[in-house]
């Protein structure tokens, strides 16, 4: 193959939003192009790429999945990918592979979530992006919009889409996701209008011929380019020029047989803009003459006449209407005509491609260290050049990427090669032989040539070249046992497989888990990593019922987290099996899949693990009395140890808000500066760049943030005060500088403050002081010497005393971690709180027996003590300062028709939903509704919604923010109108926040205060009738 075949090819994928249509799109491909696999007739309705029965059975498409088609000379790498959120990995895997994307939008819905995703995704893989305007037909049918009407919608569409576009371009998106997920304040479209006003051209113009106009359902579709030659003759105009005027406000005249500008137009004449004259118009008369008027078949006998359309009479005949239409309008307008021709003009071949996709797909590296082999590096750098190239010479480097792993039944695998030769597909790859499931790698081919049998290396994402010996876990060799073409569900044997193109590989079940780089040399760099949306949130424990089938059960969740690549399979603390999915749908298809295919076992699901945090109510950070009165107030718990010799002091408040946020938020961060959580940290070590530099920036820049975010708040509260609010800093800037430690786990959104210094020590009793280690870590404080000053005991006791102290903080530490880790309420994570542990210890009494002091010190257990103490300490300083439950929020976008609003309210309202934002989409009477759910309550939401608004309403969910629930769970009534309105108590039931905690608790086996006998005075009368 001469290097004209490279640029004969073209790798796309189609992105949308879920339901937009793209499965459906894909048929009306296939159908044209696939070589007879799919029946014309029943393009759009069979859904070929949804191969799977869960995808046919729920109408959504679960997997990406590709299938090579054949266009004209080219050959063309369809990607149909999900456009669920639980399935969003999907849409990260098919575009790594693909070099553009066919981002379709629903005329009627416009522009959703997963749009916006699915943009940014493109964006980030640097993808050639076309714009297909979906369900054209149901602006005809069902909103029955004019044709300016129409067109005004369109025109907004294609405004918001660039909108969006030029928003990343101008690397403002982060902001802008941040004012979707906040929602109230989220006026999207007001400022996706502001990013149009950018000096940069927009991304896609109709003009140009990138923005398609299709019916998927119907089988037609146009570019305005199809219009264009078609009128050049009849108006006597070139075609280039007719283009140009079909979008926008170009206007015709008639008269002078001129296209003018708006300025061109009198004001009252009923000039409409030339593409509702010429396009639009048009296809309305076809539609509404089809559909409306009784034997108006007129109208598609004139276009059959005056197109020349071969449309057989028996189909014309036909009594649907419909059907007639469709005929008509596939023939005319042929969509895979229209999408396909775009495709091939607009999106660029591989070679194109990789010479602009290459800074994200291969980075170029720095090697600092000098001792490496040069030689090392200039291979790399060849192999870097070829992809750049693209080269498919067999002497080439091979290069490709495997972007995810999938199973596929053995049965499937093809039988005969292409000159019925019979293949070899039973050497058994599977560790113990009994597997039924084949792991192929879904690959694309970036450089040089691919052919079963060939032996190559597998490069994980954290392979250094220039690291030599030291990466030799990085990196195995593997091969290569068969090549295949995909064509969806089914695979075709090839011998090879050039550069730039989509492959499926079988035997490297062994060597991938689910992404990785293939090289024929080891002097390569691996392929950066894909970029995901979300993480896995919803978590379940599973166990076998029979618990015979416990190893079953492992092996199963072994194959699942290889097949699926969003799967995360851990074992908890407690020794349960915990699987983490993207959502509700995604973890149904994966239990499915473990019972039907990996485990074959039958399986006890728990229902899912949610988690809280605890934090206290209040807002103490910010009043200065409080944050002064936080070292002598007498608003503390004390405990003493069982010995006797110390006694613990905490208090406790809130940390100002934006400061717990971003604790959380950048706990990797401040792991790997703190040192705290090895091991957890190797997902940033991946992608981290160690060297000093970059580490002091990062010291620097996460220190000032932290402040930033402390100013923030402060500032938020204190407009009208500057005095106070400056005073206020002060005194945090103060505060922040005694950081002892952060918990749990050393990196989790609550901290502990040193004691302040003043406390003066005494022969009798020394304070354990600590050290402000993370704040000198934080570079808040230069240097750990001011806790020297503090004056040190001169007797031989006392020092003793006084380094016992010290040797005790580590105690303290402790201490607060587990309390941190495990909160008064329900044992979780206590959320954005400040302690103060004040603990001091005096000298062993002296007529304590010999015995026993000597026992003391041989098993040292005062330590364990102290560690005690002060957890038990911060624990009922929580409980007793109004202790709050905090739960996870999604921000949840609903769209309803009118008549379906009421019950979807009462949906919400059963949900506990807080409605941020809703409003009626221009022109139709769809509602979107923005609301915040809280995750606990979100499980079968979506079935219930569907089940109440006879599955008019629609959901999605994206994770948000933690929030603290305002309700009191050990509410009882005590002042008289609570009373008044309460009763005694004894009839108040359990509020939100105190049954949620008890669920928790008896979930973890811990004792909850349950009344066994609820109605007394029931029971009573039941016994009197006997
Ligand atoms: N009226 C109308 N309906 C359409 C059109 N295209 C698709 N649909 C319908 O929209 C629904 C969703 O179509 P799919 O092709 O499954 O959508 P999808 O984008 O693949 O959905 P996911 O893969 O689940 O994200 C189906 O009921 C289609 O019949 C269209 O042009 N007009
Ligand atoms: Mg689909």
Request: net charge negative; aromatic share 6%; proline share 5%.
């Amino acid at each position: 193959m001469a290097d004209s075949d490279t640029r004969s090819i073209r790798n796309i994928c189609i992105l949308a939003h879920v339901d937009h249509g793209k499965t459906t799109l894909a048929d009306h491909l296939i159908a044209s192009s696939g070589g007879g696999l799919l029946h014309p007739k029943l393009a759009g309705r069979l859904r070929f790429m949804d191969y799977l029965d869960e995808e046919q059975r729920r109408a959504i498409t679960m997997k990406s999945s590709s299938i090579a088609l054949r266009y004209r000379d080219y050959s063309v790498n369809l990607i149909d990918s999900p456009g669920h959120m639980d399935f969003c990995s999907e849409v990260s895997t098919a575009a790594r592979l693909s070099d553009g994307a066919l981002v379709l939008v629903d005329a009627v819905e416009g522009v959703h979530i997963q749009t916006h995703a699915v943009l940014r995704q493109a964006w980030i893989e640097k993808l050639t992006p076309c714009l297909v305007l979906n369900k054209i037909d149901r602006l005809i049918s069902e909103l029955r919009l004019s044709p300016m009407e129409a067109y005004t919608r369109l025109l907004r569409i294609v405004h918001e889409v660039n909108g969006i576009v030029s928003a990343y371009k101008s690397e403002k998106y982060l902001s802008e996701v941040d004012s979707i997920l906040a929602g109230p304040s989220g006026e999207l479209d007001d400022e996706s209008y502001e990013f149009v006003e950018d000096d940069e051209e927009d991304t896609f113009q109709p003009q140009k011929g990138n923005v398609a106009f299709v019916c998927a359902l119907d089988g037609w579709g146009f570019t305005v380019h199809d219009f264009a030659e078609f009128y050049a003759s009849k108006l006597g105009a070139s075609a280039a020029a007719l283009q140009k005027a079909l979008w926008g406000p170009r206007y015709y005249n008639a008269k002078s047989k001129m296209i003018v500008g708006q300025k061109g137009v009198s004001s009252g004449s009923k000039a409409r803009p030339m593409f509702v004259q010429f396009v639009l118009e048009p296809l309305w008369q076809v539609y509404q003459g089809a559909l409306e008027t009784d034997g108006g078949k007129e109208m598609l006998e004139k276009v059959i006449k005056s197109f020349n359309l071969s449309v057989l009479p028996r189909e014309l005949q036909n009594k649907d209407p419909k059907v007639v239409l469709q005929a008509v309008m596939s023939r005319w307008l042929p969509l895979s005509e229209a999408v396909l021709s775009m495709v091939v003009k607009c999106m660029p071949d591989p070679t194109a491609a990789q010479t602009f996709r290459i800074p994200r797909l291969l980075p170029k590296r720095e090697v600092l260290d000098n001792g490496v082999d040069s030689n090392v590096l200039a291979e790399a750098e060849l192999v870097r050049t070829s992809v750049e190239a693209c080269d498919s010479r067999p002497e080439a480097p091979c290069v490709a990427f495997v972007s995810k792993m999938f199973a596929v039944p053995m049965k499937m695998l093809p039988q005969r090669g292409p000159q019925g030769e019979v293949l070899n597909n039973w050497i058994d790859e599977s560790e113990d032989g009994e597997s039924d499931e084949c792991f192929l790698a879904f690959a694309r081919i970036f450089s040089g040539v691919l052919y079963s049998g060939q032996k190559i290396f597998v490069l994980s994402a954290l392979y250094d070249p220039s690291k030599g010996e030291s990466m030799q876990k990085h990196v195995q060799e593997a091969t290569l046992q068969s090549v295949y073409v995909m064509m969806g569900q089914g695979l075709k044997y090839v011998a090879s497989a050039r550069a730039g193109n989509v492959v499926a590989i079988r035997g490297l079940g062994h060597h991938i888990l689910k992404s990785a780089t293939l090289s024929s040399t080891k002097n390569c760099w691996p392929f950066s990593s894909m970029a995901f949306q979300v993480a896995p949130t919803l978590r379940v424990a599973i166990e076998p019922t029979d618990p015979a089938d416990v190893t079953a059960l492992m092996k199963g969740l072994k194959l699942l987290n290889r097949a699926d690549p969003f799967v995360e399979v851990t074992v908890s603390s407690k020794g349960e099996h915990v699987l983490a999915a993207a959502g509700e749908v995604h973890l149904e298809r994966c239990i499915k899949d473990l019972k039907e295919r990996f485990a074959r076992v039958s399986l006890e699901v728990s229902p899912p693990l949610v988690t809280y945090k605890e934090t206290i109510e209040g807002e103490e950070w910010n009043t200065l009395e409080n944050l002064k009165s936080l070292a002598e107030s007498s608003d503390y718990v004390k405990k003493t140890t069982p010995n006797l010799r110390c006694d613990v002091k905490v208090r406790v408040m809130t940390l100002p808000p934006s400061l717990t946020k971003l604790l959380d938020e950048s706990s990797d961060l401040l792991g790997d500066i703190i040192g705290g959580r090895a091991g957890h940290t190797n997902k940033k070590l991946e992608t981290r760049i160690s060297g000093s530099m970059e580490d002091e920036n990062a010291i620097e820049t996460s220190g000032k943030r932290l402040m930033d975010a402390v100013e923030s708040d402060i500032l938020s509260r204190d407009e009208n005060d500057e005095d106070r609010a400056e005073k206020l800093k002060r005194k945090w800037i103060k505060l922040l500088k005694r950081i002892w430690s952060l918990g749990p786990q050393q990196i989790g959104p609550n901290i502990l403050f040193t004691p302040s210094s003043e406390g003066r020590d005494t022969e009798k009793s020394v304070l354990i002081r600590g050290s402000s280690h993370v704040s000198e870590k934080l570079g808040f404080v230069d240097d750990s010497g001011h806790c020297d000053t503090v004056h040190k005991p001169s007797s031989e006791s006392a020092q003793a005393l006084y380094f016992e102290a010290e040797r005790l903080g580590s105690s303290v530490v402790s201490g607060f971690q587990l309390a941190t880790a495990a909160g008064p309420l329900c044992d979780e994570p206590m959320w954005g709180l400040a302690f103060i542990v004040e603990a001091s210890i005096t000298p062993a009494h002296s007529d304590e027996s010999e015995a026993s002091q000597s026992q003391s010190e041989q098993y040292d257990i005062f330590p364990g003590q102290v560690m005690t103490a002060v957890k038990d300490a911060c624990r009922a300083a929580v409980l007793q300062k109004k202790p709050r439950l905090v739960e996870a929020m999604y921000f949840c976008e609903l769209n309803t028709s009118t008549e379906y609003l009421g019950p979807m309210y009462a949906v919400l309202a059963r949900r506990r939903a807080r409605v941020l934002k809703e409003e009626m989409q221009e022109g139709s009477a769809l509602f979107t509704v923005h609301a915040h759910v809280p995750v606990s309550e979100s499980f079968g939401f979506a079935d219930e919604l569907r089940r109440w608004t006879s599955g008019a309403a629609s959901a999605l969910l994206v994770l948000s923010h933690w929030e603290a629930l305002p309700e009191d769970p050990f509410f009882v009534p005590r002042t008289e109108e609570e009373i008044e309105e309460f009763g005694d108590g004894s009839s108040v039931l359990p509020n939100t926040a105190r049954k949620l905690i008890d669920n928790v608790r008896r979930r973890k086996g811990l004792p909850v205060e349950e009344k066994v006998v609820q109605h007394a005075t029931k029971q009573r009368t039941l016994a009197r009738k006997v």
